[in-house]
Antibody, heavy 121, light 108 residues
Framework: EVQLVESGGGLVQPGGSLRLSCAASGFTFSSHAMHWVRQAPGKGLEYVSSISSNGNSAYYAKSVKGRFTISRDNSKNTLYLQLGSLTTEDMAVYYC??????????????WGQGTLVTVSS | EIVMTQSPATLSVSPGERVTLSCRASESVSSNLAWYQQKPGQAPRLLISGASTRATGVPARFSGSGSGTEFTLTISSLQSEDFAVYYCQQCNTWPPGSFGQGTRLESK
């Protein structure tokens, strides 16, 4: 069974940093590109960041570029998102999602349950 | 950046009704479009990929159509468990960002 379990969320002050983790199991993690998507309270889904299966390519939404860093450790089956220079605009539930394996199948077939990041002084 | 626009934002419907949700892309995404369902307090769930292919376990009352810039998600006979928010996402380019803003189905 495919499982994605996020952790690392919590309360952080404006300007602070946080590292989110997504532990994957039930599939060959190193074969799949992975993504982070966030959802502010009461709002829609917002794409955040992507990383290729081998970790060599990464992409960021304009809203987080230069402040967030995506990475992965395929030996630990874990995806990471380092959040920095946080503002209240970054307060959201952060989901990790798996990209379907296959040629140009750029959709997310499994999602974690999310971890909440609260930015407040 | 491809912009996805969904309409309407909210739809008031009753169980048993046929429901049609729309999604428009600012440029062609061919048939590379996905639909997701999200219920309160839950993660999104993949419903449709490739504009019309139902994901595993998705009931046959859900169907998707369209190509290019215009897409539709249809629920043939709404069930009580279908009240949720539905999002479209372009999947034509990597990375597949660009979600629509969502359509909420609420009880009439």
């Amino acid at each position: 069974e495919v499982q994605l379990v996020e952790s690392g969320g919590g309360l952080v002050q404006p300007g602070g940093s946080l590292r989110l983790s997504c532990a994957a199991s039930g599939f060959t993690f190193s074969s799949h590109a992975m993504h982070w998507v966030r959802q502010a309270p009461g709002k829609g889904l917002e794409y955040v960041s992507s990383i290729s299966s081998n970790g060599n390519s990464a992409y960021y939404a304009k809203s987080v570029k230069g402040r967030f860093t995506i990475s992965r450790d395929n030996s630990k089956n874990t995806l990471y998102l380092q959040l920095g220079s946080l503002t209240t605009e970054d307060m959201a539930v952060y989901y990790c999602a798996r990209e379907r394996l296959g040629y140009r199948l750029y959709f997310f077939d499994y999602w974690g349950q999310g971890t909440l990041v609260t930015v407040s002084s | 950046e491809i912009v996805m626009t969904q309409s309407p934002a909210t739809l008031s419907v009753s169980p048993g009704e046929r429901v049609t949700l729309s999604c428009r892309a600012s440029e062609s995404v061919s048939s590379n479009l996905a639909w997701y369902q999200q219920k309160p307090g839950q993660a999104p769930r993949l419903l449709i990929s490739g504009a019309s292919t139902r994901a595993t376990g998705v009931p046959a009352r859900f169907s998707g159509s369209g190509s290019g810039t215009e897409f539709t998600l249809t629920i043939s006979s709404l069930q009580s468990e279908d009240f949720a928010v539905y999002y479209c996402q372009q999947c034509n380019t990597w990375p597949p960002g660009s979600f629509g803003q969502g359509t909420r189905l609420e009880s009439k």
